[in-house]
Nanobody, 121 residues
Framework: VQLVESGGGLVQPGGSLRLSCAAS????????MSWYRQAPGKERELVAA?????????????NYADSVKGRFSISRDNAKNTVYLQMNSLKPEDTAVYYC??????????WGQGTQVTVSS
């Protein structure tokens, strides 16, 4: 099982970045995919999550931390086994290591190694 994040880097306040997380070794479409972040000295926090889309009820659903609503957007491509996080209007307080997570209540969960995002002028 592998989750490989990419797309992090240094960006100025107000800028944008798009993170990608490529998954392999498990049935991607069966998992809820999430992005978490951890800033120095702080606990890891949920940034955004997207359901698998395989539920009968209503396609994919998303959830965002209040601090990123309206600025970040999570999406997934089940054909490519990839989840994305589009981050716009970045702020210095968004600086953190961003982690990809795959979770299933029956199958367990997996973590990527993280990618650094630094927002600074």
């Amino acid at each position: 099982v592998q989750l490989v994040e990419s797309g992090g880097g240094l960006v100025q306040p107000g800028g944008s970045l798009r993170l990608s997380c490529a998954a392999s070794g498990f049935t991607f479409s069966n998992y809820v995919m999430s992005w978490y972040r951890q800033a120095p000295g702080k606990e890891r926090e949920l940034v955004a999550a997207i359901t698998s889309g395989s539920e009968i009820s209503a396609g994919e659903m998303t959830n965002y931390a209040d601090s990123v609503k309206g600025r970040f957007s999570i999406s997934r491509d089940n054909a490519k086994n990839t989840v994305y996080l589009q981050m716009n209007s970045l702020k210095p307080e968004d600086t953190a290591v961003y982690y990809c997570n795959a979770a299933s209540p029956l199958l367990g969960d997996y973590w990527g190694q993280g990618t650094q995002v630094t927002v600074s002028s």
